[in-house]
Each structure stands twice: as C-alpha cells, then as structure tokens.
C-alpha cells in the first residue's frame, strides 16, 4: 500500500470510530493528510502505527456538574477533560464554558493542542476541556457555584506534573480565579502550576491575558516580512471582541495597525479610525466583563456603524485575523477576501476556517498563518507561568514579552522550515503540521509502545 493511501485509510477508520464527531475528524484530516511527504521518508513510523496511536487520547474524562442557580434550582452540565497526549510534557490547554461545547469540539481543540504546543519547544502535552454552561447571561454567584462544582471532579485529575487547565472561550481571569481558588482548597495545597491563567495576585503570568494576542501580532509580523511587508499601516479586519482579540488589538495598535473591525455572532462593527486608542481598548475589556455585553454599545459609544447579521470578512483589507471561534470563514467568506484581493489571513482563533474555504484560499494564492502556530503565544505563557510557579518566582512584563517575542519567531521559522524540507514551499499550515508533529513522534517511539 502507498502512503497515501495507508494515510486515508487510518483516516477512514477514525471517521467510522469516532463518525458523530465532525470537528475532530476535521482537525485529524488536515493534519494527517498534509504528514504525507514526512511518512514517505519515515516508513518507521509507520510501522510504529504512529497515526493511529496519536489519534487515540490517553484519556477522555466526562462528568456530572450539577449546580445551584439564584432561585434555588438545581441545574446540570456536562463536564469534559480530554487528556490527549503527554509524550513531551504534562498535559496542558485550555477549559471552554460555551452552550455548544461537547465532545467533538473539546477532542479536536485538545489534538490541536498537541501539535500546537509541541511547536512551542516547551514541555507540555496536549489537553482541552470544558462543559456545555455559558457564563453568558450568568450571576457572580452562579458562576462561583458552578465554577466549584466543575472543580471538585476536575481536581481528581489534574496537577502541575499532570494536566494544568488554562482559559478559553467564557473563561477568564474570574473563572480561572474561582476555579483555583477551590482547586487549592479540595487539595489542600498551593499547586499554582496546577491551573494557569490565573491573575497576578495569585501567581498569575502578568502578561498572560495579553499573551495569545501578542503572540498573533508576533507572528503576522513574520509573515508580513517574509513579503518585506510591515505591520504598520496595514488595516485589519477581526472577529470577536474577546481576550484575544483586545491583545491582537492592543499589540496591532502599538506596532501602528489598524484594526477596523470586530464581530459578534449577531454582526460586525466597522471602526474607520481602528481600535487603537485606550478608551477603545479598555471598552472591549468593560464588555466582556458585563454578563450583558454587546458589541452594538461600542458602535454607539464609539459613533461607528454596525452591520447586523453580517461578517467582517467582506471587508477590502490587508489582513484578516479570525479571532472568535472554529469554522467561522467559510467558502463565501473566502472567495469574497480573494475578490477583495486580500493576501494575507492569520488564524486567532482555533480551525477557524472550514476545510473548503482553506482550500479555496490556498489555490488563490492567499498565506494562511495556522492557529495552532499563530495563537500558541497564549499557552506559551502559560508554560512560563507554570515555570515561574515552580521555581516561585516572576518575570516583569518586558522579560514575558521578550520571551514570547523569541518562542513565536521560533514556532514561525520551525513552520517554514518544515514546509520547505518536506516540499510545501511557504505553506505554514502543512509546516505547522509537520514541525509539530515530528517532536511528538520522536518522543513517543523514545517512550515505547504507549
Ligand atoms: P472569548 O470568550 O474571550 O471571546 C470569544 C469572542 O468571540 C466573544 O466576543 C464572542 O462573542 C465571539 N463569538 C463567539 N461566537 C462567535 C461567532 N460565531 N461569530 C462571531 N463572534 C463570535 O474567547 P477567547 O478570546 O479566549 O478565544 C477565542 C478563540 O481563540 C477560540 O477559538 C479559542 O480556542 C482561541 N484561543 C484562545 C486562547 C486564549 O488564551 N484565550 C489561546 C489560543 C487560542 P459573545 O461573547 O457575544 O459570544
């Protein structure tokens, strides 16, 4: 059997395995086909049965999370920690609070994650959880008690030298805070690496929250000179108006980008001047945080138009950033940025662009810079909280920022690197693939048969 054809056959088997799974077998099918050129030079891992045993996590932990609300009713949710891979390190990745969370969705963030932070060149595996409750439209005190009530199950599994859960989408630094303040209490311990993200006060990375966004602006930045582009100058389209996309705001605005846009699933706003101001930047942070934020109060504090029902991608821009969520530019979305001849899209947000529209941007000569390559700033900090826990001691913000400057510029040249050595010319995404995958591999044919 030919490569290929070995490599669309495991592809096969998890598709029938795992087949009320769309979103994992989306991420295992873009990565698995892009390791083509790699395994035909590696027949070991092959042999070794590799691919099958990478799609396969270690361990898949579902649980009860049942929980009081305000009136005194007793609600239940449903509690995920998919424990993927730990060949290079603890596990590690984020928790989601989102209503359309379930299997799937955490099983392909946490393979994501795998490669992601092997592409990091730090020690942590790969994991991802989180549960089908939104904090939308919540009380403190609902939060609080779920929040709780997630981590008394969650505590049996995790541990800074087993699996230490961060934020994602609807966890934030008060999640982060009610979940480690109960996780240090069930323990009995102050295991600060146990959990990450957390504010400053309580051991937290002071740059953190900025981090993944930071990172992205890093690594657009790379690929803007790649074209002997800059950053500067260029207008910018995003979606979202979460954390990462105010640190993608934040580090846009302080290289001298403008960001025109933001979104919701509700619609975008367009911002002609950008968000780059403080007042602007800090409003995002005051919308997030209220339980009602809605993106139409920025347009309206803020004198700019919002496009209700529509996405920012119809916007004649330089550069795109998805920063919301997966699968949010699909094949319309991509042929209106190759119509607008746009050159450049960087993933914020994880898979956010759906199997057709990559491959239609592609063809058309657009650079993609992969999430699991551009975002890795946020759990990179991470790692450097977790080593800044153990050794317990902290990094200013400047030595954050110039670590995380040095670690994105490495994931993007391992990323080119790998693209080229495995015939792909520039294309980042199979690079990111590749490089992430090869330390993985090395380190689980180190380890044996697990
Ligand atoms: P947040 O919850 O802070 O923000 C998500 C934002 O996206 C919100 O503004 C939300 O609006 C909006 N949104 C949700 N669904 C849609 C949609 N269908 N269309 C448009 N906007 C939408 O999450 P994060 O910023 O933390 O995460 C965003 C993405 O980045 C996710 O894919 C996450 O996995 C990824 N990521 C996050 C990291 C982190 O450090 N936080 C690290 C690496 C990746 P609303 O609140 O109104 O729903």
New binding site residues.
Partial sequence: MNTKDYVIKVIDKIKTRDNNEPEFIQAVEEVYTSLIPVLEQRPDLIKDNILERLSEPERMIIFKVPWVDDAGNIQVNRGFRVQFNSAIGPYKG?L?F?ENVNLSIVKF?AFEQIFKNSLTGLPIGGGKGGSDFSP?NKSDAEIKRFTQSFMLELSRHIGGDIDSP???????AREIGYLFGHYKRIKNSYDAAGVT?KSVAISGSILRPE??GYGIAYFAQEVLHEFNEDIKGKTIAV???????WGFCKKAAALGAKVVTL????GYIYDPEGVNTEAKLNYLLKM?ADIN?D?RDYAKEFNCEFFSNE?PWVRKVDLIVP????N?LNLDDAKAIVNNKVKFVIE???M?ITKEAMEYLKTHDVIVGP?KAA??G??SVSALEMSQNVIRYSWTSEEVDQKLAGIMKNIYLSCKQAAQEYGYGYDLVAGANISGFLRVAEAMKIQGDY
């Fill in positions: 984020g989601r989102a963030l939308l961060a934020g994602d989408i609807g966890v934030g993200g981090a993944t979606s979202g108006f979460g954390n990462v996309c979104s919701s699933e509700h997030r934020g993106l996405k920063c919301a969520t997966q949010e914020g947000s994880n956010p999430g975002n890795a946020g759990v």
